[in-house]
């Protein structure tokens, strides 16, 4: 049996409670909400902590409601699986919805966690493996070890960012609400994440992430795709969000994410720069498709399923294909099916 | 932070009411034992097996309220005031449950290691959709890895138990997929 670690264990029934256990020892405790990510890294021993805090038991953190401007506030330890499920957010942001329904399996989906997908470790094929696994290649930077053993040269860590509901998120604005024992702040969720595979949240240890809260649509029209080896259970190795809002021909305002292609989500500087002000056609969005690819940060390497060559090249085909959806023009390629 | 080992630490021990298969039972374990130990351990309740124990394969699957479960990813210590099933408790009586009794009929369990997983799950599926598409059983038991039958059985055996369940006694599954004798009131193949 693979087991866990073992920990001491609370289960608090308030965020203030949460945070005052958390501020004891944030350097050795880790919260855990749905477990999917943090259990399996306990048990290939590359995370650890003394302290498990449960965030299941807090009322004030689950549950969806809309805000008094039409948005929708989500309690980060709402599950997945009831998000899909729910009217409101099928109505008003049924690509985000379509997100999440790519993440993990149905069964992962009835545990995992918003919060937890937001702050999902990065990943690598060097790193997400059993404990016998890195000994042999001496570990590396990440956990225990002093290389990095996709870029040796480099003096960082390019572990991949890739909670699947993120780009979209950041397309459509989100906020994040952090609660610790010294108060809250409310920051973009674009600011949560650092460039960086092993300091890859701009959060502290002692914060709590609270609860997400997207602006009411306001006439966008968006798309998602993901690209991964099977329909379901995978890792994503690339996810395109786009959000565009146009009058008339014109595209007023969009915002163009990818995730999976580095330590952070990616905005698509150039691309939405080339599109603003000017119409989504074949020709302005194969422009702007080749522009992400080149774009920074869009920087594939090895150390995710498939080759980084073949990755790069499907962010130009997976931009071009999401935004000719955004943009209402036929999409000539097949687009991914997700169980 | 850093990874430490904490196997020296001392295990912080707790005494629990779980209530598993509609009975109560008072067990002792370790706050960092996953609901799959203390079953297969603690309980004695095998049938519930371990794979992958990391979340990618799905045997484990239990169900919690009604809704499956990774047991390998659920502390057993969070299971308290919570209804768990497992492939123990899905018989109805003496009888078995029609999931079980068709993929038994169809052979949908070759070496059977993922068989209780999927009946978990298909069995939630049923509760919620008594006439669920071929794509909506696929999409259910898209988190339950099966390496032996190719899945046909399986989606065979589900459609099987659903027209069972439904009272729907006009379904027949495909002939090709009886395995075994002929199904009440059918002439034997000659084949
Ligand atoms: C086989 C498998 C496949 C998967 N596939 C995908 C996939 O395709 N796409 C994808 O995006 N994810 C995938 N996941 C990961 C995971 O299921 C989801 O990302 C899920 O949403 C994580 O949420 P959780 O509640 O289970 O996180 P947890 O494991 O509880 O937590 C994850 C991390 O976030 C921290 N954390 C959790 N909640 C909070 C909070 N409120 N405040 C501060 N910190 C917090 C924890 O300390 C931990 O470090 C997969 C997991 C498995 C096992
Ligand atoms: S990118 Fe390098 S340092 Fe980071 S996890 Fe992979 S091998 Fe380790
Ligand atoms: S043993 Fe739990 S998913 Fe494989
Ligand atoms: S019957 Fe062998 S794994 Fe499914």
């Known amino acids: ?339 | 932070m850093e990874q430490q080992d904490h196997s020296a630490m001392e295990h912080q021990q707790v005494f629990k009411k779980l209530s598993v298969n509609g009975e109560p039972h008072s067990v002792g374990f370790s706050v960092h034992h996953s609901l799959l130990e203390v079953l297969r351990e603690q309980m004695q309740l095998t049938g519930t097996k371990h794979g992958c124990e990391l979340g990618e394969c799905g045997t484990c699957t239990v169900l919690i309220d009604g809704q499956p479960v990774l047991s390998c990813l659920e502390l057993a210590v969070e299971c308290e005031g919570r209804e768990i099933t497992t492939v123990e408790g899905m018989m109805i009586g003496n009888d078995l449950h029609p999931l079980q009794e068709a993929f038994a009929d169809l052979g949908a369990a070759q070496c059977g290691y993922c068989t209780p997983g999927i009946l978990m799950t298909a069995k939630a599926l049923l509760e919620e959709n008594p006439a669920p598409t071929r794509d909506e059983v696929v999409s259910a038991l898209a988190g339950n890895l099966c390496r032996c039958t190719g899945y046909h059985k399986i989606l065979e055996g589900i459609d099987w138990a659903a027209a069972k369940m439904r009272g729907d006694e006009d379904f027949r599954p495909p002939r090709e997929a009886i395995y075994g004798d002929p199904l009440p009131g059918e002439e034997p193949s000659d084949a």
Request: include cysteine; charged fraction near 25%.
């Open chain 1, 1 to 339: 049996m693979l087991r866990l670690p073992a920990f001491s264990f609370h289960s608090p029934e308030t965020v203030t409670e949460a945070a005052r256990i958390l501020a004891q020892d944030p350097g050795n405790t880790r919260v855990v909400a749905g477990g999917t990510d943090l259990w399996p890294n306990m048990k290939r021993r590359h995370q650890g902590a003394k302290t498990i805090v449960s965030l299941r038991s807090i009322p004030e953190m689950n549950g969806i409601c809309v805000d008094d401007k039409g948005g929708v506030v989500i309690g980060a330890t709402t599950t997945l699986d009831t998000i899909i499920r729910n009217e409101t957010m099928q109505e008003k942001y049924p690509t985000l919805v379509k997100a999440i329904t790519s993440i993990s399996s149905p069964v992962l989906r009835n545990a995992g966690t918003i919060g937890g997908n937001l702050c999902l470790d990065t990943r690598c094929t060097y790193y997400n493996q059993n404990e016998e696994w890195r000994r042999s290649i001496s570990y590396c930077m990440k956990a225990e070890g002093d290389v990095c053993w996709v870029a040796p040269s480099s003096p960082r860590c390019w572990a991949v960012s890739s909670g699947d509901s993120v780009p979209m998120l950041c397309a459509l604005g989100a906020e994040i609400s952090l609660h610790s024992a010294d108060g809250e702040r409310v920051l973009p969720l674009a600011e949560l994440f650092n460039d960086d595979g092993m300091d890859y949240l701009s959060k502290r240890p002692d914060e709590i992430l609270t609860r997400v809260r997207i602006p009411a649509p306001s006439g966008e029209r968006t798309g998602y795709w993901k690209l991964r080896r099977r329909g379901s259970i995978d890792y994503g190795v690339l996810s395109v969000a786009a959000a565009a809002w146009c009058s008339g021909e014109t595209t007023d305002r969009i915002e163009l994410w990818l995730g999976s292609v580095g330590s952070t989500p990616v905005r698509c500087d150039a691309s939405i720069d080339h599109l603003t002000g000017k119409p989504l056609t074949a020709e302005t969005i194969a422009e702007a498709a080749a522009m992400a690819r080149k774009g920074d940060g869009a920087n594939p390497l090895g150390n995710t399923d498939f080759a980084p060559q073949w990755r790069g090249k499907m962010i130009e085909k997976y931009v071009e294909a999401v935004l000719r959806e955004v943009a209402g023009l036929p999409v000539e390629r097949l687009a991914p099916h997700h169980g």
